[in-house]
Nanobody, 124 residues
Framework: QVQLVESGGGSVQAGGSLRLSCAAS????????MAWVRQAPGKEREGVAS????????TYTDSVKGRFAISRDNGKNTLYLQMNSLKPEDTAMYYC?????????????????WGQGTQVTISS
């Protein structure tokens, strides 16, 4: 049974940093594409970052470029999101996603598998 479990969320002040982790289990091999997606209250879900199977290709939504970094450790079956220079508008529930449904690996792609999310709250 496939499972994605996020951790690392919390509450920090603007300008601070957080590192999210997503532990993946139940997969045969390494998921071809993994991503972080967020959803703020009252807003639509937004793709934040994606990473290809061996980490050679990453994509980011414009609002986080230069501040966030996605990475993965296949040996540990773990996906990461390093978030620096956090802003109040980054406040959201952050979800880990895997198993590309269709198309190319991209933060706006459709994914089959989802974690339960970890809350990130940034105060001004």
């Amino acid at each position: 049974q496939v499972q994605l479990v996020e951790s690392g969320g919390g509450s920090v002040q603007a300008g601070g940093s957080l590192r999210l982790s997503c532990a993946a289990s139940g997969y045969t091999g390494y998921p071809v594409c993994m991503a972080w997606v967020r959803q703020a209250p009252g807003k639509e879900r937004e793709g934040v970052a994606s990473i290809s199977q061996y980490g050679t290709t990453t994509t980011y939504t414009d609002s986080v470029k230069g501040r966030f970094a996605i990475s993965r450790d296949n040996g540990k079956n773990t996906l990461y999101l390093q978030m620096n220079s956090l802003k109040p508008e980054d406040t959201a529930m952050y979800y880990c996603a895997a198993w590309l449904v269709v198309g190319r690996c991209h933060h706006d792609a459709r994914f089959r598998d989802w974690g339960q999310g970890t809350q990130v709250t940034i105060s001004s």
